[in-house]
């Protein structure tokens, strides 16, 4: 029974190890983050919790003061992570790096985004249009939910959709034209507008262009995406 419950702390060690390291990975690549309120005390509570596992470890004597200071970490911690989640929002515009429109977002292991083209513009038998949205990390300030309302060309809301970062860097949210009249996306200029809570966090324009328009390859073609983009800047002045 002992040596699983030193197994057991040795892979909670190993565990909090390899957080406390990403943590500070990503605090030594954006020294920024460590003017974001509540960061330093959540890398605190990081190193606290490393240090429980590595104690228990090493001062087995102690055991029984120890697992109630760990108690009583876990408690403070959970009341913490309430705390933080309440004005997480206020951040959430100030931590946002990058925002546009794709069909698709992903985001590999070591948070990198890559985006299906096309972006920006769409043909209107596209099958999805994505919002995406690149955060410092959310570990660091709570994964806040946030809002989307997508608005077509006629100023008519077509869908309001709730989400989250759904990796470490990356949130993103999806319109499918199987929603759509006739199975498509009605050509003109569309929005989506993202807010979490009271706070807008980004307004994007984005051109939805008849799928001849989009396949044809001809200069006229790319004239009609280039104007809907210099419409779409306008409509953010």
Known sequence: MKKILCGLLALSLAAFAV???HMLYHLWEEPALWRVEDVPLKFLFKVIIFLIPLTLLFFKSAW????????VLFSAQSSAQAAWTRPACEHARELLEQAGTARDAKEDFLGRVKRDPPYGTF????DQISWWGTFKPFEFW???EFQAVWINPEGAEVARQTFRGNKCRLAKTTIQAK???RGEFPPGMWKVIVTCED????RR???VLPAKSMSD???NGAAQGEQAMIWAQDLLE
């Open 19 to 21: 957080d406390l390291g």
């Open 217 to 219: 390859g001809s200069d």
């Open 123 to 126: 043909p209107s038998d596209m």
């Open 64 to 71: 029984t003061q120890l697992l109630l200071v760990l108690f």
């Open 199 to 202: 706070y807008v966090i980004d």
């Open 142 to 144: 709570q994964s806040p």
């Open 205 to 207: 324009p984005f051109a």
């Open 179 to 181: 929603d759509q009249p």
